[in-house]
């Protein structure tokens, strides 16, 4: 059958582990996945071996509720994500892979006296840094989306929002598919169900990373792993100041286009969209306690649907199509860790909680050009591990959206 039949579509066939690469990036979601497309686009470094344990992008890429904004609260935060967006927004053309991107707009619903304040202030910030924003009250929002329920007789009405015009969601698996495509055509080897088992380190350097298929040399190690940040890194003795905690969403049966918003309660700790492909995509916070676990509960479903059926009441006959749950690298300020460790040839990329799936294309163009120069980019330099040594957190927990 040789030559009748492509092999594959997209992805070589996974090649023979080779005994050393320039570069070894650890896991193969959509922040390790980017990061390995620039350094091979940006700045022609090929020799490089994506690791993930287990199938491209099987983590909290594919677990995420796709939703894009830049919204943020401090300076560094909206810089950072708007630059994010602005890369998101012409993906689909840059990796020759459609990957959904569609700007529905964005409203944070506030409740109380203390969320509009807080809505006030981030719009504030926004303006000043070029970002769309701004706050908008009942009579607006019932034209922005005249599917919400504005009664005052609900336990809590809605007083106003923060209305982020960019907000944008796009399929998260074509972020990953897309990316990696780029990568492997240009040379980077995917090496997909090999697990990274032990780090050894000599003179605050990483010298072999040891995988469940062998032993390589690395010149550089990246960590991009998520929910597993804290455990890779004690592999190579470093002590992260990140928990991991279950995060949980489903999705109701498809129907047709009917809401155009993106729509977040951080109040009732709810928030929903609806997908190109029709589903009500839907989440809540964080779960109350740390674990390493993919398992979706009873509670969870619960708590939302009570809470979804008083913003729109509409969706009552809806049925769930199924739930699952990630595990979120939660930090204490709500900002991502990223680029040097106390190793010379080790970089991090970690902390991205229920936040990252948004900063996949400026993490992998910033940890790209981090490892490519040896010189951490000014964009990032706020994001350093070394922040929390030097009390210089950026405080992004009034933003996060779904409480925690
Ligand atoms: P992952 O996609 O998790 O990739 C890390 C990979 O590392 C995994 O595939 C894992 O298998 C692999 N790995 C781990 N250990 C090893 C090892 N020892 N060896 C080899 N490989 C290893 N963010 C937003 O911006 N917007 C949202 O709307 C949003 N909603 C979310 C909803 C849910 C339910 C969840 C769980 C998260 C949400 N997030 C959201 C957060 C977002 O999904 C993540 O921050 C982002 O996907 C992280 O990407 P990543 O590539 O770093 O991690």
Redo the contacts with the bound molecule.
Sequence with gaps: LSGKYPSQRHFPVRPALKSSYDVVI????????AAAYYLAKDWGITNVAV????YL????????????RSNYLTPEGVRFYDESRQLFSDLSHELDYNILYSERGHLTLAHNDAAMRTSRWRAEVNKHMGVDSELVYPDEIAKICPQLNLSRDVHHPIEGALYHPPGAIAR?DGV?WGYAKGATERGVELHTH????GLKVNNDEVTQVE?DRGTIKAGVVLQ?????SS??ARMAGLKLPIKTIP???CVSEPVKPYLDSIVVSGSLHTYVSQSSRGEMVM?SAADPYGLYSTRSTLEFKEDLMMNMLELLPCLASLRVLRQ?????DMTPDFSPVMGETPLKNYYI?AG?????????PVSGKRMAETIATRQVPDLIKPFALSRFERFAQVGERGAASVGH
């Design positions: 650890i896991g193969g979601g959509g922040h390790g996945l690791l993930e344990k287990g992008a099987g983590g909290n890429t594919a677990r995420n509720t796709t939703i894009v998260h990953a090999t697990e990274v088992t995988t991009a792993v998520a929910g597993m455990e890779v995060l949980q969403a989440g699952w749950a990630g595990m979120a990329d991205w909680g229920t936040w990252g799936f948004k900063a996949t």
